[in-house]
Each structure stands twice: as C-alpha cells, then as structure tokens.
C-alpha cells in the first residue's frame, strides 16, 4: 500500500492536467517569485519623468520574475518538450500569453505587458488552488493509511510491527481509538468501529466474534483481537486507493478532446495574428502601430485557457464528491458515460436482494400449541448449517430450549424425537398425501418465488415455513428512478424463472431473464448494448465480472467479490444501490456544468475577437475578461463538491 500512496503523490505532483507538468515542483518558489514581479511592477508604476528607463526596467524584470513558472516553464518548456514528444510543433496555450507580453514591451506598452502577466500569472495560481481542492477532497484518503500493527506473539505477548510485515494468519491486538491495520476477523472482545473511510456511513458499526474488519477503519471504545485474513495488498483500502489513483489519471471524453483541439487551435492563432498585423494597415486602413497592437489584443482575446481548464475543476470534483459518499470510479470518463445510460442490468443476488434468505411467510396448525413447535423447530435448525437454518433461527425466538438429537438425511431434512414423537422438516416433494390449505400455501407462495418447507408431527404435516432472498432497502427505488428516466432496466439470474419473474414483479423491472449461465451473461449484455444503446451492468459475484466487462459501465457492489471489483469501472461501497442513484444524479449534473463551461468560455473568446477587432478592447480589458472567465469556469465546476 506504502508503494500506492507514493506513486500517488508523486503522480499529483509530477502530473497536472492540461499539461501543467511543472506545478509546485519548486514547491513555494513560483508564489515568492510572482510577487517579487508583482513588487517591482508596483514600484514602477509610481516612477515617471526622467526615470522612465528606469520604470520600464522595473516592468520588465517583474514580468519575467512574476511569469517566470507559468510563462517560461509551461509555455516555452512545455511547448519544447511536447513537440519534442510529438516529432511536431505542439505549443500549448500559455505560449500566446508571453507572446503578447513580448510584443507589447517591443511596441513600448511595458505597463500593459506587464499587467497582461501579472493577472494571467497570478489567475493561474488561483485556478491551481481551485483545482487543488477537489484533488485534495480525493486525496485526504492517503492520510489514513495505517502503517503499525500490534502483533501478537506465541507466548502472548504484542510488539509494535510495520503493517507490510504482516501476513495471512497472524494475530493482531486492537486498541481502543486505534486504525484496524489490516483486513480481518474478530476472534475476541467486541466494539464498535467507524467505517466512513471504507463505506461513506457515518454511524459506527457494532463487531464482535466473527465479523469482519477492515484497514484504516477506526475502532471505537472497545479492545479486540483478531486475524489476518488479506495481504496488505490486497486490502479492501488498497484496492480504493487504487481506484483513487486511476480516477484522478482518467479524464471525461470532453476533456480529451479539448486536449487534443488546443495545440491545433495555437498554431492555427499563431498564423493568424501575424496576417492580421500585416493585412489589417493595407485593408482597413489602420496604421501599423494600430495592426501591431490590435494583433496583440486579438492573441489575448483568443487564448483558449478557459476552454482548456472546463472540465477539469467539474469532474475532479464530481468524482471527489461521489468518493465520500462511497461511489468510487476508475475515471471520470464512466461517470460521464453513466450519464448517458440507456439500459441497466442487474444481477438479483446479492445485487438487487440482500443475498441471503429470510423468513417472510409461516402457518402452523390450530390444533398444535405454536410455542412449543417454535421450540422443536429451532431445536431442529440449531443442528443443521444450511443458509434456510440460520433464517429460520434469526426469525424464531424459542421459550424454552430443548435438546434433541437430530439427523439430517439428504432427501428427507431434519428429523428428531421429542416427548415419544417423530419431527421432520423437509421440502414439500419429500412428504406424501398433503392436501387442503398446506398444498394450497405451498403453491401460493411458491409461485411468488418463496422456498417452502413442511413441518411434520409423525409424518403429518402441521406447519409450513416460506424463506425468500427478499429485495434490498433501496431495490425498489432504485428501479423506479432509472425507470423515470428512460432507461431500460433488465434482471439477469441465474436461479429458476419463476423466483427471477417474482423478484422482478416485485421491483417493477422491465425485463427478466433467469435460467442464465455466467458466460451467457456477457452475450446478453451485448444485445442490449446493440437494442438499446449503452448499458451498464451491476454484480457483485465472480460470475458476474464477464458481464461487467462486456458492459459499456461495469458497477461492482463493494461487498461483493474481489473480482467483481477488479474487473468494474464503478464500485458502491457498502452495497447500499441507493448510491447508484447518486452517482447517475452527479454525473448528469457533471456533464450539464461541463457543456456550461464548454458554451460560455466559447462564447467570451468569440466576443473578445469581435471586440478587439473593431477596436473596442485594449490588452488591459482583454487580460481582465480573459482571466475572468477562467476563474468562473473553475469556479462553476467545484460548485459539485457541496451537491448534496
């Protein structure tokens, strides 16, 4: 995990988007340099008269000193080392910027030309603050990495170990307040534990003997020990910091597209100025110091900055809100595509079910005594470790606790002797000449997709006990939403058509498909992706992830298999599907603010032209609007950090 959070931060400092390779990488030098410029400019604008050599030396030295990191670094070093990458000319957007400061101070508008590098270096900065802020909303999970362990040793005794140490097995002591190091199980004490960082839910969870912890969870008031049961590697926070790292490399399809348009859009300015200083004297009939310097003006007014940095402040803080809310993305991109959604499947277990079954029906005989057979029952089940057991004994509380020898045989269920007579419970098909309300429960609750068992007194049935793997909280709700929106929704399973058609009855899905092998999965995904459009698929088991690959967006329950995971673009921590709906609320959202950004910077650039064409913008009012509108598509895009 160490080895991910350095490759992360090395990343967040030796990578920025839109090419802005060189932030911070003399830490605070470029913030004490531009106000080194922004002082000496300041001073020369109070000396005049015969100090005017002076003064201009002043607004020159400022400039360099204040455009030294954005200009110099990003706009001649990148556009060098770019076209060096490239085998072509590959100027970025910041180079039209110093050109226009160097044709001022030639045409002897050293104020300008200083103002024009004071306001574009000094918006740069505070766009990198802007977009600073998203990354560290994503980020703040590396500060919660643990890396000690309290190892238990043979003769009982703990000692202080680096987490890499640990392996598969060993025997950990927790403290009150301390980080879980490590992925585990309980094996002694209880308490409770915050798991915000792994799940986005405030409340803590209660554990005990048995239950499963995870790294960088906090414990609360308790002490517990436990096992290792995951590699640090592998740990469910490993795998998130993973997701983190991919979402912040990951960019939206705008957003490349942008990158790509903004070299060819430079050069293609950088031919046109010259054309207009040239022809401008002859056609219009301006002079040349009129073409000169409303060239000079144009190359602001058409510098694409603000076009270049509309997505980036949106998406990092889309994915950086969807983060602490659980969601977590491989990138951007699908979070913008998970907008676009036209179909959706589901796996049901696990999935749009809780994935296990409980008691939702029962019937007992009026003329047997209901406690006392509750008793036997659960006598019964305490014997047996078969998934309807544990439902049956969650949902039965016996009065007294009886002790009964059970056998369990394959075909027939649980049989045991009580007070000189025979119990069983088994499935329907094992007992014989069943009649009245019994057949007619067992076929009612059957067709709803129930499991039915009988309870039998000397072979005589007396009760019947209905089990479902019933829908999860916010199954229902999340199948109405996408519904409301035109999306296709399908349930694909593997279990019988009947418990398929129930289930989706149920949760009012427009289509079932049940019977399905995992690897017809991924073929059914396909015809939906040619029938409808793109799709997305949500599992949470290994025989989900072919599915999850073929879809356009695969979406892993986060308490679902490694692999599931692994293999998906999105993945809801916590298994809560109420997220889902979240996270296709943002990333409309997401999508609406980029095309915002995308339509206003757009917009400035073509009325700056206009203005400065017809001569109604200096270099001063252009920088200022220029600057200006950057700043608000910055500022547009983090408004996604506080949706709520």
């Not at 000094?122 to 000690?148: C, D, Q, V």
């Not at 987490?163 to 199980?185: A, M, R, S, T, Y």
């Not at 649980?414 to 329907?428: A, E, F, M, Q």
Request: hydrophobic residues 40%.
């Amino acid at each position: 995990m160490e080895d991910i959070q350095e490759k992360q931060l090395h990343e967040e400092h030796s990578h920025e988007e839109h090419g802005h390779n060189h932030d911070h990488e003399d830490g605070k030098m470029p913030i004490v340099l531009y106000f080194v410029g922004f002082v000496l400019s300041l001073i020369a604008l109070f000396l005049g008269g015969e100090t005017n050599l002076l003064q201009n030396s002043f607004f020159l030295i400022g400039s360099i000193s204040a455009g030294y990191h954005v200009i110099i670094l990003e706009g001649i070093g990148e556009t060098i080392e770019n076209s060096k990458t490239q085998h072509k000319f590959t100027p970025n957007s910041h180079i039209l910027m110093g050109i226009a400061a160097i044709g001022a101070f030639l045409i002897g508008s050293f104020w300008e030309g200083a103002l024009l590098i004071l306001i574009f270096s000094g918006s740069h900065f505070l766009e990198e603050y802007a977009e600073g802020r998203s990354k560290r909303e994503i980020t703040k999970l590396l500060e919660m990495n643990p890396t000690t362990a309290r190892l238990i040793m043979s003769d009982g005794k703990t000692i202080i170990v680096n987490v890499n140490e640990l392996k598969v097995g060993d025997q950990l002591q927790v403290l009150n307040g301390d980080q879980v190091p490590i992925d585990g199980v309980i094996l002694s004490g209880s308490t409770s534990i915050d798991e915000s960082s792994i799940n986005g839910e405030s409340m803590p969870k209660e554990k005990t003997q048995g239950d499963g912890v995870f790294g960088s969870t906090i414990n609360g008031t308790g002490t517990f020990s436990m096992e290792v049961t995951k590699e640090n590697k592998d740990t469910v926070f490993s795998k998130i910091l993973q997701l983190v790292n991919q979402n912040q490399e990951n960019q939206t399809k705008a957003s490349s597209i942008i990158q790509k348009f903004e070299p060819k859009y430079v050069k293609f300015v950088l031919m046109t100025i010259p054309l207009v200083m040239v022809l401008a004297p002859i056609l219009l009939d301006w002079t040349w110091s009129q073409g000169i310097y409303r060239g000079l003006v144009l190359l602001v007014a058409a510098s694409p900055c603000a076009l270049a940095a509309a997505t980036v402040s949106v998406t990092l803080s889309a994915t950086s809100n969807l983060a602490k809310r659980g969601v977590l993305s491989k990138g951007s991109a699908y979070l913008s595509q998970l907008a676009g959604i036209k179909a959706i499947a589901f796996d049901k277990t696990g999935t749009l079910t809780k994935g296990k079954p409980e008691v939702t029906d029962y019937h007992f005989a009026d003329s047997v005594e209901d406690e006392n057979i509750i008793d036997i029952v659960v006598a019964l089940e305490k014997e047996s470790n078969h998934p309807l057991a544990s439902a049956i004994l969650e949902k039965f509380e016996p009065k007294n606790q009886l002790a009964i020898a059970v056998e369990n045989q394959i075909g027939n269920g649980l049989t045991g002797d009580h007070n000189g007579k025979t119990y069983r419970i088994g499935k329907p098909t094992s007992f014989e000449g069943v009649s009245g309300d019994y057949v007619r429960l067992n076929e009612e609750w059957s067709s709803e997709g129930k499991t039915v068992v009988y309870v039998a007194e000397n072979e005589k049935i007396i009760g019947l006990i209905a089990l479902m793997d019933i829908a999860s909280e916010n199954a229902k709700a999340t199948i109405d939403y996408f519904k409301k929106h035109g999306v296709h929704t399908t349930l694909i399973t593997g279990d019988s058509e009947m418990t398929g058609k129930a289930v989706g009855e149920q949760l009012g899905v427009d289509e079932v498909i049940a019977n399905v092998m995992p690897e017809d999965k991924s073929n059914i995904i396909n015809e939906q992706k040619e029938n409808y459009g793109i799709t997305a698929m949500v599992g949470d088991g290994v025989n989900d992830a072919p599915a999850l690959v073929k879809a356009d967006i695969g979406i892993a329950m986060g308490e679902g298999t490694d692999v599931a995971v692994d293999v998906s673009d999105l993945v809801l921590m916590k298994n809560d599907l109420s997220k889902l709906v979240k996270a296709h609320e943002i990333s409309l959202k997401m999508n609406h603010v980029i095309w915002q950004n995308i339509i206003f910077s757009m917009t400035v650039v073509a009325l700056l032209i206009v203005v400065s064409l017809i001569g109604l913008a200096d270099i001063a009012i252009s920088v200022v609007i220029h600057e200006g509108s950057t700043l608000v598509v910055i500022l547009n895009g983090l408004r996604l950090l506080k949706i709520k």
